[in-house]
T-cell receptor, first 115, second 113 residues
Framework: DAGVIQSPRHEVTEMGQEVTLRCKPI?????LFWYRQTMMRGLELLIYFNNNVPIDDSGMPEDRFSAKMPNASFSTLKIQPSEPRDSAVYFC?????????????FGDGTRLSIL | AQTVTQSQPEMSVQEAETVTLSCTYD???????LFWYKQPPSRQMILVIRQEAYKQQNATENRFSVNFQKAAKSFSLKISDSQLGDTAMYFC??????????FGQGTRLTINP
């Protein structure tokens, strides 16, 4: 079975540019999560969706960040304009519906570097 | 808000030894789920083991087992017969319902040959 697929694996861009990260969840999973990992803050949730609907976006740092899930098999996380402090590894994860014991399956992450 | 604390930033043991990683958490909830994830240098986040809070029996997965102490809010991971491939960052995580994972800061484990 294919796991969670993220692209690109690495992204290097200059400050001020728009960045789009992409995620394809595992088929049949109706929860999708975006996490950010930094040395200073560790792993933190940015936003999550259930059945393509955003449920909790309280972790989105500011208006420069936006996320969409137009269908069950695709999600994007966009940063516009990007800043050096956005440099981090961004993970997408998905999980099955269930009572909560369903683990979240992670993609390989996108390492984003803003120069 | 729930918090997860891993008090050991780094640990190092010899191959074949047993090692225990500590994790404590703070919650007022009664029903929740706990997980250990492994992050090797390849950056993947790999599920190691999970525990439902309503289950008294400690979870085991081959060489990996947990010591879940609900009253003490403690969830430690024991790795038996450690192998070089166990070298990784290990994250303890808490989840209530079908919601976000709250992660600890991680423990960097090195297995030496």
């Amino acid at each position: 079975d294919a796991g969670v697929i993220q692209s690109p694996r690495h992204e290097v861009t200059e400050m001020g540019q728009e960045v789009t990260l992409r995620c394809k969840p595992i088929s049949g999973h109706d929860y999708l999560f975006w996490y950010r990992q930094t040395m200073m803050r560790g792993l933190e949730l940015l936003i999550y969706f259930n059945n393509n609907v955003p449920i909790d976006d309280s972790g989105m740092p500011e208006d420069r960040f936006s996320a969409k899930m137009p269908n069950a098999s695709f999600s994007t996380l966009k940063i516009q304009p990007s800043e050096p402090r956005d440099s981090a590894v961004y993970f997408c994860a998905s999980s099955r519906p269930g009572t909560g014991n369903q683990p979240q399956h992670f993609g390989d992450g996108t390492r984003l570097s803003i120069l | 808000a729930q918090t997860v604390t891993q008090s050991q930033p780094e640990m190092s043991v010899q191959e074949a030894e047993t090692v225990t990683l500590s994790c404590t958490y703070d919650t007022s909830e009664n029903n929740y789920y706990l997980f250990w994830y492994k992050q090797p240098p390849s950056r993947q986040m790999i599920l190691v083991i999970r525990q439902e809070a309503y289950k008294q029996q400690n979870a085991t997965e081959n060489r990996f087992s947990v010591n879940f102490q609900k009253a003490a809010k403690s969830f430690s991971l024991k790795i038996s017969d450690s192998q070089l491939g166990d070298t990784a960052m290990y994250f303890c995580a808490f989840k209530r319902g079908a919601q976000k994972l709250v992660f600890g800061q991680g423990t960097r484990l090195t297995i030496n040959p």
